[in-house]
């Protein structure tokens, strides 16, 4: 019989090899920690998965510049000080000067703005093929499955990642991505007897994990860095546009 031990290394040695048929590969090399704490739990091997396409749905402004607040953070971690990053958009929503408040600046995006939704996908496809970048977000508001996957096959050789927000999708497909996700935005908290607005704070939700472990975080980014705890039941929007992201 097969002893309790070589069960586990068995299945672990199935799942790295699910996981890599998947686009999910095991190296080292693509292992970087972004500091989203327990959310990194969630994916398989405690990591973020780079070098993979992940897809993000908004439906509202509000949502919408959440969204993109916590892309920009994620690229910020992601590019650190020598990468760069290309944002394709059908109706570009993004301020670049609000870019620097969450750790990004502009001057390390390349921005194009598609015509239609056709020729955003094919922008966003070539831009994940080079291998000279470390990131491209496209904002288009429909993905199929045959576009997704095109994506994801592109990434599984540049070791791009890629971030697909959806803003307003006709319905929530499935699609090839390896995670879906909703960014709510919550009220900021101030110090006591401080005007203004604090931090801005996100009910991330992890709908669909491939190989992992959906959940519900409340997130904070305090200027350079991720807070995480767990969710809460209620959300607000009292700090829509605290974000800067809209002009």
């Not at 799942?15 to 398989?44: N, V, Y």
């Not at 997130?219 to 009292?238: I, K, Y």
């Amino acid at each position: 019989m097969i002893r309790e031990a070589e069960k586990t290394a068995l299945i672990t040695q199935l799942q790295r090899e699910i996981c890599t048929l998947q686009g999910l590969r095991d190296d080292r090399e693509d292992k970087i920690h972004l500091g989203l704490g327990m959310i990194e739990q969630a994916f398989p091997g405690n990591t973020f998965p780079v070098a993979a396409v992940h897809e993000l749905i908004s439906y509202g402004r509000e949502n919408a510049a959440a969204t993109n607040s916590f892309i920009t953070c994620l690229l910020g971690k992601l590019l650190q000080d020598d990468g760069y990053c290309i944002w394709v958009s059908v109706r570009r929503s993004i301020y670049p000067a609000g870019l620097k408040r969450f750790g990004l600046n502009a001057d390390r995006i390349l921005f194009i703005d598609a015509g239609k939704n056709t020729e955003a996908l094919w922008a966003i496809e070539e831009a994940l093929k080079c291998n000279q970048i470390k990131a491209v977000v496209g904002e288009v508001p429909d993905l199929n499955f045959t576009e997704s996957r095109r994506l994801q096959l592109a990434v599984e050789s540049s070791r791009v990642t890629g971030f697909i927000h959806r803003c307003y999708p006709r319905q929530e497909n499935t699609v090839a991505c390896v995670s879906r996700w909703h960014i709510n935005p919550v009220a900021s908290k101030t110090a006591i007897g401080m005007p203004g607005v604090g931090f801005p704070k996100w009910e991330v939700t992890a709908s669909k994990i491939r190989n992992g472990h959906p959940g519900k975080w409340i997130v904070e980014w305090t200027g350079n860095h991720f807070t995480v705890t767990a969710a809460h039941a209620s959300t607000s929007a009292d700090h829509l546009f605290q974000s800067g992201m809209y002009g």
